[in-house]
C-alpha cells in the first residue's frame, strides 16, 4: 500500500503542497485532478522520490522514502510530465540505459526490451535517435521504461498526452491488467474521461489541498453531480463563458 | 524597423548563434567571468606581441630593404592567419546554426513568413556574426600591423602599403569564414539523411581539432622569412601565405605571383560552394530538412544492444551512455576533441622548436629527448581535467531524472568507476599511445621502460583530480569559473611545473635503470590503487550530485543590470 501522510511541501516562502494524505491500495487506479499550480506535479514528484517534502511522509509497502530512498524508488516505474529523456540515444539503446541502472540481468533486460519495442510499436524507429521521435513516440519510449522493471507503483503524469487513439487505448487497457494483477496506479491528469474510464477513486487538488476525494463509481451511482461539475464546484472555477467573450472582444478590438 | 519579422528573426538567428544551451542563469553569469579572465589574458598577450614586433621592427630600421621586405611578408602571413584562426573559430563553434534547418522549417515556415524571409535573416545574422569576428580580430591587431609598416613609411609609400595590408588581411578572414560556411553547406547537401548527424558531429570536431592543432604552427609563420625566400613548397599548403603573397601582387611584386592566384581562387571556390549550397538549399527547403536526419544508418550504424550487457550493470551503462555521448553529441564531441588538440598542439610546438631532429639515435640531443618525455605528461596533465570539463557539461538536463530514480549505493561508485575509466582511456591512454612510437623511434628500445611508468603516473594524476568527482557524467548542470581564474592559473601553473620536473627526471632515469621503473611502477601502481579505494569508498557513502552550486563567496556581476 502507498500511504502520504501530512506531505507538505514549501519553495522559499511559497507553500505548494499542503498537508495532503491519502492512501492507495495494491489493484487501485486512482487519478489525481487539479488545476494548473495546485500542486500536483510537485505531489507526483514527493511521491515518486524526486523531492523531499518539508513536512510529512510518504511509504510504499512498509518502505518510508525518508529512510530508505533507493528501497523505495525501486519499486516505482514513473512516467514523467514532460518526455524528458536522452534523446541523441535510439529507444532501444535508452531502454537498456534504464534497464542496467536498475540493475535487471542483460540477458532478461534485452528480451524485454525487443518485446517492448515490438509491442508499443517501436521497432521500425529503433535505428533512430530519439530526436525526431514525436511526443507521442517519446511517450511511449517513457512507458516501456517505467513498464521494465514490473514495478510495484506506477506514477504517471499526463500519461496519455499526445499519445494517438490506438495508443491511448492500448495504455487504459494495460493498466487496467496490470491493476488487476495487484499493481498500485496513480495517475495525474487533465482529463476527465479518463478519469471516468480507468480509475476507481479520483482526488481533486487545488491550491495545494485535497477538496475532493471520492468513488468514482459514486459519482454515478449518486446521480447528483458529475467528475466536471463536481471538479467545477470544489476548485471554485469561475464562470467560463464570460471569460470566453473576453477574450474574444480583446482579439477583435482594438 | 526594429519590429519588422525580418528584423526580429535575425536577431533571434544572431542570438542562437551564441547560444549552447547548455547553462543555468547562475552558470551564464559565471561564464562572464570565465570570458573576463580570458579577455583579459588576450589582452596581455596581445601587449607582449605588440613589444615583441616594436624590438623586432626597431632592429629591423637599420636592415637592408629585401630583408626586411622577407620579414614583412612573413609577419603579415602571421598577422593574417591569426585573424583568420579567430574567425573561422568562431564560424566553426556556431557550425550547426550556419543554415536554416528542421527546427527552423518547423517552427516558422508554420508563421506568416515567406521563405525567403526566413532565409534572408538567417543570411544577415550570419553576416553580423562573421562580421563581428572579422572586424573585431582586424581591429585587434592593428597597432602590430601599423608596426610592420613603418619601413614603407620610411620609402613614402604608406597609403599604398596600409591598403594592399588591410584589403589582403580583410580578404583573408572574410575566405577563412565563407571556408567554414563553404564545409557545412556541402555537408548539409551532400551528407545522406541517415548519417548527418554523425558526419556533423565527426565534421566539427575534426576543424575545431584541426583549428587548435594548427596553432603551433600559426605561431611559426614569423620565423619563415627564408621559406617566403626560397619559395619553400609548403606555402602553397598555407592559406596565410596565400593572402600574404596576394598582398605583394597588388603592390606590383610578382614574385610570389602563384600564391597571389591561389588566394583569388581559393576565395572564389569558397564563395561560389557557399552561394550554391544556400541557393540550393533554398530551393529544397522541404525536401533536405524533413528527411529523417536522425538515422543512425541501420543494423551496421548502430551498435548492438547486447553491448549494453557488458561488466557491471551501473558501471557498463554509464561507460555506453558516455561513450554514445560523445560520439553523437556535437557539443561533447568537440569539447572532448578540442581539449586533447590543445594539448597535442603544445606539445607539437615543443617538439617542432627542439634541437636534435637531425641526430635520431640513443645520443639524440637532451633537449630533443627531454621533450620527448615531457609530451605525454603535459598532454595528460591537461587532458585530465579538460576531459573532466568535457563530462561536467551538461547533456538534456531535465532528462536526469532517470538518473535520480535509479541511484544505489554500489551504483555511485559504479559511476564514479566509469567516469575515471573514460577519462583513463581519453586523457592517459592516448596520449601515451600518441607519443609512444615517436619515443620508440627517436629514443630506441630502451624507452620501452618509459611507458609503464608513464602508465602509472597518468593513474595516479587521475585518481587525484577525479577523487571528488559525483556525478553521472552530462547530468548535473554546470556553472564555470567557480574559482578566481587568474588565482586557479597560478596554482596551476605552478603544480603543472613541479610535476613536470619531477616526472621528466623520474622517467629519464627509468630509461637508464630498469630497476627505478621498476620500482617506480610498483609504488605508483600501490598509490594509485590506494587512492581509487578511497574515492570509491567515499563515493558509495556520498549522493550523486545534479545540481551545482555557485560558492556563496562569489557574488554576481550584475553586468546586465540597470
Known amino acids: ?254 | 524597423m526594429r519590429d519588422h519579422p525580418v528584423a526580429v528573426l535575425t536577431r533571434h538567428f544572431f542570438w542562437s548563434l551564441f547560444d549552447f544551451g547548455v547553462l543555468s542563469d547562475d552558470g551564464a553569469e559565471s561564464l562572464k567571468r570565465v570570458l573576463l579572465g580570458g579577455l583579459a589574458l588576450a589582452i596581455a598577450i596581445g601587449l607582449l606581441l605588440a613589444r615583441l614586433f616594436m624590438t623586432k621592427y626597431g632592429m629591423l630600421a637599420a636592415a637592408p630593404p629585401k630583408a626586411y621586405l622577407r620579414e614583412v611578408v612573413a609577419d603579415h602571413a602571421f598577422l593574417m592567419s591569426l585573424a583568420m584562426w579567430v574567425v573561422a573559430a568562431a564560424m566553426a563553434l556556431a557550425g550547426q546554426s550556419l543554415f536554416p534547418d528542421e527546427t527552423d522549417f518547423r517552427i516558422l515556415m508554420a508563421q506568416p513568413l515567406s521563405r525567403a524571409q526566413v532565409f534572408g535573416a538567417k543570411l544577415a545574422a550570419l553576416l553580423l556574426f562573421a562580421g563581428l569576428f572579422i572586424a573585431g580580430s582586424q581591429v585587434a591587431l592593428v597597432p602590430i600591423g601599423a608596426l610592420t609598416l613603418i619601413g614603407a613609411a620610411g620609402a613614402g609609400a604608406l597609403l599604398p602599403a596600409a591598403i594592399a595590408y588591410a584589403a589582403t588581411s580583410l580578404a583573408a578572414s572574410v575566405f577563412a569564414a565563407l571556408g567554414i560556411v563553404a564545409i557545412q553547406g556541402l555537408l548539409v547537401l551532400l551528407a545522406s539523411r541517415s548519417r548527418l548527424l554523425v558526419i556533423a558531429a565527426a565534421v566539427r570536431s575534426v576543424l575545431i581539432g584541426g583549428l587548435v592543432l594548427a596553432l603551433p604552427l600559426v605561431a611559426q609563420l614569423p620565423a619563415t622569412a627564408r621559406a617566403f625566400a626560397a619559395h619553400a613548397w609548403w606555402l602553397a599548403w598555407t592559406p596565410p601565405a596565400w593572402f600574404a603573397g596576394l598582398e605583394r601582387r597588388l603592390l606590383g611584386d610578382a614574385t610570389h605571383a602563384g600564391l597571389a592566384s591561389q588566394a583569388l581562387v581559393a576565395m572564389a571556390a569558397a564563395g561560389a560552394i557557399t552561394a550554391v549550397s544556400y541557393v540550393r538549399l533554398y530551393r529544397r527547403f522541404d525536401r533536405v530538412t524533413f528527411q529523417s536526419s536522425g538515422t543512425l544508418s541501420g543494423p551496421e550504424g548502430v551498435p548492438s544492444l547486447a553491448a549494453w550487457g557488458r561488466g557491471a550493470p551501473v558501471r557498463g551503462a554509464v561507460r555506453r551512455f558516455v561513450a554514445l555521448a560523445i560520439r553523437r553529441s556535437l557539443l561533447h564531441q568537440s569539447l572532448a576533441v578540442g581539449v586533447l588538440a590543445a594539448a597535442g598542439g603544445l606539445v607539437l610546438n615543443s617538439l617542432l622548436n627542439a634541437d636534435g631532429w637531425d641526430r635520431l639515435d640513443a645520443n639524440a640531443s637532451g633537449a630533443l629527448a627531454g621533450t620527448l618525455l615531457w609530451a605525454p605528461m603535459t598532454m595528460m596533465f591537461l587532458a585530465i581535467p579538460g576531459m573532466r570539463l568535457a563530462l561536467s557539461i551538461p547533456l538534456e538536463l531535465r532528462a536526469n531524472w532517470v538518473f535520480r530514480m535509479t541511484e544505489d549505493v554500489n551504483g555511485r561508485a559504479e559511476v564514479a568507476d566509469a567516469a575515471g575509466r573514460t577519462v583513463l582511456l581519453w586523457a592517459v591512454a592516448l596520449p601515451i599511445a600518441l607519443v609512444a612510437p615517436l619515443q620508440w623511434w627517436v629514443l630506441g628500445v630502451g624507452s620501452l621502460a618509459a611507458q609503464p611508468v608513464e602508465a602509472a603516473i597518468g593513474w595516479v594524476l587521475l585518481e587525484w583530480m577525479m577523487a571528488d568527482w559525483r556525478r553521472v557524467p552530462f547530468t548535473c548542470s554546470y556553472i564555470p569559473g567557480k574559482g578566481f581564474f587568474p588565482q586557479m592559473c597560478v596554482k596551476a601553473f605552478a603544480v603543472y611545473v613541479v610535476f613536470t620536473v619531477a616526472t621528466g627526471l623520474l622517467l629519464r632515469l627509468s630509461i637508464r635503470h630498469p630497476g627505478v621503473a621498476a620500482g617506480a611502477i610498483v609504488i605508483l601502481g600501490a598509490a594509485a590503487v590506494i587512492l581509487r579505494t578511497r574515492s570509491l569508498r567515499r563515493a558509495r557513502q556520498t549522493s550523486l550530485m545534479f545540481e551545482e552550486q555557485v560558492p556563496s563567496d562569489l557574488s554576481p556581476l550584475q553586468l546586465n543590470a540597470d
Open chain 1, 1 to 254: 500500500m502507498l500511504q502520504a501522510r501530512g506531505l507538505t511541501k514549501r519553495y522559499g516562502g511559497t507553500l505548494a503542497l499542503d498537508r495532503v494524505s491519502f492512501d492507495l491500495q495494491p489493484g487501485e487506479i486512482v487519478g489525481y485532478l487539479g488545476p494548473n499550480g495546485s500542486g500536483k506535479s510537485t505531489t507526483v514528484n514527493l511521491v515518486v522520490g524526486l523531492l523531499e517534502p518539508t513536512a510529512g511522509e510518504v511509504s510504499l509497502l512498509g518502505i518510508r522514502a525518508a529512510d530508505d530512498p533507493i528501497g523505495y524508488k525501486r519499486l516505482i516505474g514513473y512516467v514523467p510530465e514532460e518526455p524528458t529523456l536522452y534523446t541523441h540515444l535510439t529507444a532501444g539503446e535508452y531502454l537498456m540505459l534504464v534497464g542496467r541502472l536498475r540493475r535487471l540481468p542483460a540477458s532478461t533486460l534485452q528480451k524485454r526490451v525487443a518485446a517492448l519495442l515490438r509491442l508499443l510499436q517501436l521497432h521500425d524507429s529503433r535505428y533512430r535517435s530519439m530526436t525526431t521521435f514525436s511526443k507521442g513516440m517519446r511517450q511511449r519510449v517513457l512507458v516501456a521504461s517505467a513498464l521494465l522493471h514490473d514495478p510495484q507503483l506506477l506514477v504517471l503524469d499526463e500519461p496519455f498526452s499526445g499519445l494517438d487513439v490506438n495508443a491511448g487505448l492500448l495504455l487504459r487497457t494495460l493498466l487496467q491488467l496490470l491493476a488487476s494483477q495487484g499493481r498500485m496506479i496513480f495517475f495525474s491528469t487533465h482529463r476527465f474521461d479518463m478519469v471516468e474510464k480507468l480509475c476507481s477513486r479520483v482526488i481533486v487538488l487545488s491550491s495545494g489541498r485535497i477538496v475532493l476525494e471520492r468513488s468514482v463509481d459514486a459519482f454515478a451511482r449518486d446521480g447528483d453531480d458529475s467528475l466536471e461539475q463536481a471538479f467545477v464546484h470544489a476548485t471554485r472555477q469561475p464562470d467560463f463563458a464570460p471569460l470566453a467573450r473576453e477574450i474574444l472582444d480583446a482579439i477583435s478590438g482594438g
